[in-house]
């Protein structure tokens, strides 16, 4: 588990908020912990700890390995292939526990936002984390979290507000992949269906990832995935794992606000796509957008973009640009954000900005959206516009919040209000 960065502060904004934030938490094992999320040679270890010889682990963990991520298995029961002696022991010593849904939410859209509790936690004091997915017509999107809280004080971002408890392990990350194919019944490759029908047709089996309800995972639920290194990595790469959940590291895209120490080390060990939340052409208002810049400027931070290993044509990295009405929308942003991003394999993707109580931001005008965006499209890099989805529920990007800081039933009418209006 990687420890967050010290926070600093550059000379003359000792007044400033924090650049980072400490955990409150730390992580603390389960007497019997889960084997969801373990990479083989943990698994292996585990076997051996049990007693399974040596020349028989590989078969084992490739047995396992199938039964928890090829077929969804919640018991060791399940595992026919497996001795009884075999599923006996392990059940003494082991669980498959994921996360558990404490609540659903679905969105008028089709979004569905879960509010999941991590396994193992205190009963007085449970660990809380939301995790979004977004159906569409060809491909379904799961949004993942890496962190209790966040990391990071974003101002424009509900997530932000909240206080970083504690980073998730391996486990927790795979087991919001593995929770959302057992709640949509994706173990058997259902057919992909329209994105407000919020059902599938089942098919037959397979690892098909294109096939399957989530055919793509993003890293940007709660949390900067590089600030909990460590964990992103060994979970995203079982996520990737050909012979299990089987989702490409082309359809796996992790966003961070700029860990610049960490960027080129994902693109090296884990290998998937980049996104990287932009959303300033200057220093001094990305200051105030995304204050992790006074520590990674965007000097240092475009140099991370133009050496991300893999980076080309066919690998673009994507700028996440939030569209904040009088603040970063100006069409001479625009000229500017072309120039900074000049020899980038590159697009952008304008997000409208998604509101939440107590936030001092608007959403830009749809027709200078559209102006801005044409500005980018003329000089070379898609620009699409990103729909906004699941505002009527807190599940669009940027406004994901624990319910261990719930909004009050009158917050959350006028979020509906505003999210049926625009």
């Not at 396992?64 to 060791?76: D, E, V």
């Not at 995790?131 to 999107?141: A, L």
């Not at 209790?148 to 206080?163: A, D, E, K």
């Not at 949390?223 to 490409?248: H, K, M, Q, T, W």
Request: charged content about 25%; hydrophobic content about 40%.
């Amino acid at each position: 588990m990687t420890a967050p960065f010290a926070a600093t502060q550059p000379e003359g904004l000792a007044a400033a908020a924090p650049i980072e934030k400490r955990p409150l938490e730390r992580y603390v094992a389960p007497a019997k912990p889960s084997l969801v999320g373990l990479s083989r040679v943990v698994l292996a270890d585990m076997l051996g700890a049990v007693g399974v010889p040596e020349r028989q682990r590989r078969m084992r963990v490739q047995q396992i390995w199938h039964w928890l991520y090829g077929r969804g298995a919640q018991t060791f029961d399940d595992m026919t292939t497996l001795s009884k002696e075999l599923r006996a022991e392990l059940a003494q010593r082991f669980t498959l526990a994921r996360p558990g849904i404490v609540a659903e939410q679905v969105s008028l859209d089709g979004t569905r936002k879960w509010l999941i509790r991590l396994p193992g936690e205190i009963e007085s004091r449970p660990h809380e984390v939301e995790c979004v997915y977004i159906p569409e017509t060809d491909r379904g999107t799961l949004c993942v979290s890496s962190q209790v809280g966040c990391t990071l004080n974003c101002s424009f971002c509900h997530t932000g507000t909240q206080r970083l408890v504690r980073n998730l392990t391996p486990g927790e990350i795979v087991g919001q992949v593995v929770l959302a194919r057992d709640r949509l019944g994706d173990w058997a490759a259902p057919t992909l269906r329209s994105s407000a029908s919020g059902e599938g047709t089942k098919g037959g089996g397979g690892g098909n990832a294109d096939k399957r309800l989530i055919s793509n995972v993003v890293m940007m639920g709660m949390g900067e995935p590089l600030y909990n290194f460590e964990a992103v990595r060994d979970g995203l790469n079982v996520v990737a794992d050909g012979d299990g959940l089987s989702i490409s590291k082309r359809r796996i895209t992790l966003s961070t606000s700029g860990v610049v120490p960490n960027m080129v080390r994902a693109g090296e060990e884990i290998g998937v796509m980049l996104a990287v939340s932009l959303h300033a052409v200057t220093d001094e208002l990305r200051n105030e957008l995304v204050p992790l810049n006074r520590k990674y400027p965007l000097r240092d931070l475009l140099a991370a973009c133009r050496n991300y290993p893999g980076l080309s044509n066919a690998r673009r990295i994507t700028f996440e640009y939030v569209m904040l009405k009088g603040v970063n929308d100006s069409l001479a942003d625009a000229r500017a954000l072309v120039r900074l991003i000049k020899g980038i394999p590159a697009k952008i993707n304008l997000i409208p900005f998604n509101p939440w109580p107590g936030s001092k931001y608007e959403c830009s005008e749809w027709e200078q959206i559209g102006k801005f965006s044409a500005i980018v499209f003329n000089a070379g890099y898609a620009s699409p516009v990103r729909t906004p989805r699941g505002r009527d529920i807190l599940a669009a990007c940027g406004q994901l919040k624990s319910a261990t800081e719930k909004l009050s039933a009158r917050e959350r009418l006028a979020l509906r209000a505003m999210a049926l209006t625009d």
